[in-house]
């Protein structure tokens, strides 16, 4: 049976990806995004089956609002992603606090909003998928990204909870950790803070680090997501990228060896 996607971010990068996956599938969804327009000829090549619906998610009565016109458009909804977000580049100390606050209202509280406003559609139909994408760096923060990891590293917790809390409906949450696609995350989507020049060395040094290589295309991530809705049992938490997994697993690994190195510190106390 064909099913009904509500995918945020939905008109560029992995929300455009996955829009046309699924729609090539047979589904139907259900496109979300502050500007709809870049979905105009995917939606003059699949009329029936999508439906493109502007909302900011920042905006927590749109985003209810927009919850309600995305059930009513096919009657259910089978796969909510939380894919919406935006990107603050730079050192801590140089944001603002607008920027900041501008931040999580994107990447935390869009998401937040959305998972709030969708639920009791799958308690009430017994069931349903969310999939909340972060990112492979959710483990810990990293400079000139730290803000950024933060918002993701938030919604990762607040996802785990959601995920015990609802699975007594029959609804079944997994946190996508993406690894670094061609999303133009870092270019359309990015906000920069105003360099401090106490930091232009180290910033230097991890621009060259990085490099130009912006990724692999989003749709390269597309086939693994929709095997990811196939699971009848899926995971908690998916890391998606090759390159992705062996640095989270290596991230892992030196963790737990400098929680050891200081073990003996640890055990002093009880608790």
Same mark, same amino acid.
């Given at each position: #049976?064909?099913?009904?996607?509500?995918?945020?971010?939905? +008109?560029?990068?992995?929300?455009?990806?996955?829009?046309?996956?699924?729609?090539?599938?047979?589904? $139907?969804?259900?496109?979300?995004?502050?500007?709809?327009?870049?979905?105009? @000829?995917?939606?003059?090549?699949?009329?029936?089956?999508?439906?493109?619906?502007?909302?900011?998610?920042?905006?927590?009565? /749109?985003?209810?609002?927009?919850?309600?016109?995305?059930?009513?458009?096919?009657?259910?909804?089978?796969?909510?992603?939380?894919?919406?977000?935006?990107?603050?580049?730079? #050192?801590?100390?140089?944001?603002?606090?607008?920027?900041?606050?501008?931040? !999580?209202?994107?990447?935390?509280?869009?998401?937040?909003?959305?998972?709030?406003?969708?639920?009791?559609?799958?308690? /009430?139909?017994?069931?349903?998928?969310?999939?909340?994408?972060?990112? =492979?760096?959710?483990?810990?923060?990293?400079? #000139?990204?730290?803000?950024?990891? /933060?918002?993701? +590293?938030?919604?990762?917790?607040? +996802?785990?909870?959601? /995920?015990? @809390?609802?699975?007594? !409906?029959?609804?079944?949450?997994?946190?996508?950790?993406?690894?670094?696609?061609?999303?133009?995350?870092?270019?359309?989507?990015?906000?920069?803070?105003?360099?401090?020049?106490?930091?232009?060395?180290?910033? &230097?040094?991890?621009? @060259?680090?990085?490099?130009?290589?912006?990724?692999?295309?989003?749709?390269?991530?597309?086939?693994?997501? =929709?095997?990811?809705? &196939?699971?009848?049992?899926?995971?908690? $938490?998916?890391?998606?990228?090759?390159?992705? !997994?062996? #640095?989270?697993?290596?991230?892992?690994?030196?963790?737990?060896?400098?929680? $050891?190195?200081?073990?003996?510190? +640890?055990?002093?106390?009880?608790?």
């Amino acid at each position: #049976m064909d099913r009904v996607w509500f995918i945020t971010g939905a +008109s560029r990068g992995l929300g455009r990806a996955f829009t046309e996956a699924a729609l090539q599938a047979g589904d $139907r969804v259900v496109g979300a995004a502050r500007n709809v327009e870049p979905l105009t @000829e995917l939606a003059e090549q699949y009329p029936d089956d999508l439906v493109r619906l502007p909302v900011d998610v920042t905006d927590r009565v /749109a985003v209810f609002a927009a919850a309600e016109q995305a059930f009513a458009a096919f009657g259910r909804l089978d796969v909510v992603v939380n894919n919406a977000g935006a990107m603050l580049l730079g #050192m801590v100390e140089e944001a603002t606090e607008a920027q900041i606050r501008a931040h !999580f209202d994107v990447n935390l509280f869009g998401a937040v909003w959305v998972t709030q406003a969708v639920l009791p559609y799958l308690r /009430a139909q017994g069931g349903g998928r969310i999939l909340q994408v972060t990112t =492979m760096g959710t483990g810990g923060g990293f400079p #000139m990204v730290g803000l950024y990891a /933060a918002g993701k +590293s938030a919604l990762d917790s607040v +996802s785990e909870a959601v /995920a015990m @809390e609802a699975e007594q !409906f029959g609804v079944k949450l997994t946190i996508v950790q993406m690894g670094g696609y061609d999303t133009g995350l870092f270019t359309t989507g990015t906000t920069m803070t105003t360099p401090d020049p106490h930091y232009q060395q180290l910033r &230097d040094k991890l621009i @060259e680090m990085w490099g130009d290589d912006a990724g692999p295309a989003p749709d390269t991530a597309a086939p693994v997501i =929709m095997e990811l809705v &196939d699971l009848p049992d899926p995971p908690r $938490r998916l890391i998606v990228g090759t390159g992705s !997994f062996d #640095m989270v697993q290596q991230d892992l690994q030196d963790r737990m060896a400098k929680y $050891r190195a200081w073990e003996h510190l +640890s055990r002093k106390v009880p608790g």
